[in-house]
């Protein structure tokens, strides 16, 4: 079911009401329906589009409520500075009803897709990392099929499960890869500890390239990004896909499957900045931040500054 955002959602404190200068976030952004074409279309233009759904993370007997991630995500972006130069459009929620995941993904894949087409860099807020299968649906809809696709994950596992039963949050990339010829796959941040041997083999099976989070450190970092950079170059095009488990548990409680290991914020962050202005990224989402799980909004804070990195980025462009 699609559902356009409450305006009420963008509230935030005003340091004025007429310089730009002072704006925030919330001052800057422009509540549309996904179904209306954009008239004002500036140059920069990223939309926001919410994916309520954690009915994958139950499928794959995860802990639920990433549901209600996408409006807190909103509320904490709202006081954040407005970023120079962006047009920033906010295209409401898809939501999923009585566990028809198979459905919110399609209808998911049909917004961003529209979105690609009015040449909007669409940012989607998950939501289960099954975010990320309605996410590539846009491009299935848009792109053209015989260019090479890329996905960049930043996630502590492949999930890349078997889906013959059903799909789940953690059977998206295996689906994409069997479904498309010509897609490959960059996942950084994996745990040893987060994926059975059986997952290590299937990565290896389907070509995907990877990093191991113990790879990652303020040393290796730019190294680690040359080569996600060296995978985006050989793809006409590449959707970066962000698991929130990827990052250290410490500073990321809020996940369905936390990382006692994981990533500092600032190693991500540096990811993201890299990539996010690369020319042949042309979308990004977020998953599996968990609101009903956070400590003192901790989780739903990074999130929220994470998806303002690559606003930021694109703005900059
Ligand atoms: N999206 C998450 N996927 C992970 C979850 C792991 C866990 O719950 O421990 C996976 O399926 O491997
Ligand atoms: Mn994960
Ligand atoms: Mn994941």
Avoid at 93 to 117: D, K, S, Y
Avoid at 218 to 232: A, G, N
Avoid at 277 to 289: L, Q, W
Wanted: aromatic share 8%; charged share 20%; hydrophobic share 35%.
């Amino acid at each position: 079911m699609y559902e356009s955002t409450n305006p009420h959602m963008w509230k935030g404190r005003i340091d004025s009401t007429d310089r730009p200068e002072m704006f925030r976030f919330h001052q800057a952004v422009q509540i549309k329906s996904v179904f209306e074409p954009v008239q004002d279309l500036g140059t920069n233009s990223v939309g926001i589009i919410g994916f309520k759904c954690d009915e994958g993370v139950k499928r794959n007997q995860g802990r639920a409520g990433s549901f209600e991630a996408p409006d807190a995500l909103r509320k904490n972006l709202a006081s954040l500075p407005m970023p120079a130069g962006a047009s920033i459009y906010d295209f409401g929620n898809i939501v999923c009803e009585n566990g028809r995941l198979e459905a919110a993904q399609e209808e998911l894949g049909q917004a961003a897709a529209r979105m690609l087409q009015q040449n909007i860099f669409p940012i989607i807020l998950g939501g289960g990392h099954e975010v990320a299968y309605g996410h590539y649906l846009g491009y299935k809809y848009h792109a053209d099929a015989g260019h090479k696709m890329g996905i960049v994950n930043i996630d502590a596992h492949f999930d890349m499960r078997p889906y013959d039963e059903q799909p789940s949050s953690g059977t998206m990339f295996r689906q994409i890869l069997d479904e498309k010829q010509n897609a490959s796959y960059f996942c950084a941040g994996i745990q040893r500890n987060g994926n059975t041997a059986f997952l290590f083999e299937t990565a290896a099976e389907y070509g995907c390239e990877f990093i191991l989070e113990e790879e990652i450190n303020p040393d290796s970092i730019q190294q680690c990004l040359q080569k996600m950079t060296e995978f985006v170059n050989k793809n006409h095009f590449s959707m970066l896909t962000l698991c929130s488990d990827v990052l250290e548990a410490s500073s990321a409680p809020g996940v369905s499957a936390p990382s006692p290991f994981g990533l500092h914020p600032k190693l991500v962050r540096t990811i993201l900045r890299g990539l996010a202005a690369h020319p042949k990224i042309k979308s990004f989402d977020i998953a599996e931040v968990n609101p009903a799980l956070d400590e003192s909004e901790r989780t739903v804070k990074l999130g929220a500054q994470l998806v303002y990195e690559v606003i930021c980025a694109r703005s900059s462009l």
